[in-house]
């Protein structure tokens, strides 16, 4: 079976800043379909050398842009830099024009079993056309990051996801939430039985026991926040809430790891809110730092809100930080809210800023039974989502002769 996977984001270098979900998930599902190869189509990175392919992965890479500098669209994500400058629209164009004619191309080269997109603009788009020109089959996946492109597209935005669907046999969302907001906005029950939830899974090299600290003895206690610094990801929240937990607690610090466009906007309001010496700002960290830097953590916070476009369809870093044995304190509006109760996380209420400082002071003063019980019960649930179990659910479902 050959697939040709398209997608727009890849990791492809130890310190590039894209999440390596897809990586893992297309690594899974060819670890348990070793005669099956896989071909990679995605846009050309001026940073990073081209990957090297393997016994059954393979890398395409396609160029967009006149000079190798200007193959950064996609640096912040399709979303944000559309947001940040108009004038990345004309970018824009160039790219869907390069993958359209370079997946079509390698399609009618390799003659795939299917194609397999990541995001539903522009890859299941594209791949929607392509399928139809050359009756080749297509799967994709949405991650919801897309589903707030399309929403702010309006009615064309409409036409793109019910083309995108109509035409494609079989395909898959991160989560609940992720399914809700496509709904609402499109109307897709008729489509039910070509739809299921499948989250991504993680890396493995959260799971290495022998490095997993699940406790940290200092008396200092260090809050964590890591990934994107942008609007919906609700940081500039935490900050205020820190502010009011360092001050009935010395002993707590925050450390915000990530980028993003709110990043000055973030430290100006650590320095407004006097809390410079219990802040630390660390910019994107690879894997193995970020392991490292929840290993040292005590609570891992996820305080995303829902700005009515922008919202959190996962995020796995709830998950990764289970994996390594640490309590989160999570958001209600996240899309993994479903997988989440008492038992495995503490919760607030999105948006409000007493609900996360009493998330944290309880926290502070959880009793040692209700701490290594939750410890526990958030373990157990990352082990649902190590990526081989993750891959061989997306395989079964996509790549199933069944229903075709």
């Not at 395909?171 to 897709?188: P, R």
Request: glycine fraction near 4%.
């Amino acid at each position: 079976m050959k697939i040709l996977v398209t997608t727009s984001t890849l990791k492809q270098d130890l310190d590039d800043p894209s999440p390596e979900f897809i990586n893992n998930l297309i690594d899974g599902v060819a670890s348990i379909s070793p005669d099956s190869e896989f071909i990679y189509v995605y846009p050309f990175k001026r940073t990073y050398p081209k990957l090297k392919s393997n016994k059954n992965i393979s890398y395409k890479p396609y160029k967009y842009w006149i000079t190798s500098k200007g193959h950064n669209i996609l640096d912040k994500g399709l979303y944000q830099s559309i947001k940040s400058n108009k004038l990345n629209f004309i970018k824009i164009f160039f790219l869907l024009l390069s993958q359209f004619f370079y997946t079509f191309y390698l399609t009618i080269k390799i003659k795939p079993d299917y194609i397999y997109a990541h995001w539903v603009f522009p890859q299941a788009f594209i791949a929607s056309l392509i399928s139809k020109a050359t009756k080749t089959r297509y799967v994709f996946t949405s991650h919801g990051s897309d589903v707030t492109l399309l929403r702010k597209l309006n009615f064309l935005g409409k036409f793109i996801l019910r083309f995108s669907i109509s035409n494609a046999s079989r395909f898959t969302v991160v989560s609940k939430k992720n399914l809700n907001k496509m709904d609402k906005f499109l109307g897709i029950k008729n489509y039910k039985e070509k739809i299921q939830v499948i989250p991504m899974g993680i890396s493995n090299k959260f799971y290495e026991q022998s490095k997993i600290k699940n406790k940290n003895n200092s008396q200092v206690k260090y809050l964590l926040y890591y990934g994107r610094l942008t609007e919906y990801k609700g940081v500039d929240l935490l900050i205020k809430s820190f502010r009011e937990i360092n001050k009935k607690y010395p002993n707590t610090r925050l450390k915000i790891i990530g980028y993003g466009d709110m990043e000055k906007i973030l430290k100006n309001l650590v320095k407004k809110s006097e809390v410079e010496r219990f802040v630390e700002f660390l910019p994107f960290q690879n894997v193995e730092k970020i392991i490292k830097e929840i290993d040292k953590s005590n609570l891992v916070i996820v305080p995303s809100i829902d700005t009515g476009y922008e919202f959190e369809a996962g995020p796995l870093t709830i998950i990764e930080s289970m994996a390594r044995k640490k309590i989160c304190l999570v958001s209600d509006s996240v899309g993994f809210i479903s997988y989440l109760d008492k038992s495995n996380a503490l919760i607030f209420k999105s948006g409000n800023q007493n609900s996360l400082t009493k998330g944290i002071e309880t926290y502070l003063n959880l009793d040692k039974k209700t701490y290594m019980d939750m410890l526990s019960n958030a373990y157990k649930l990352s082990e649902e989502f190590r990526f081989e179990k993750i891959a061989t659910k997306h395989k079964n479902f996509l790549f199933s002769s069944r229903g075709y």
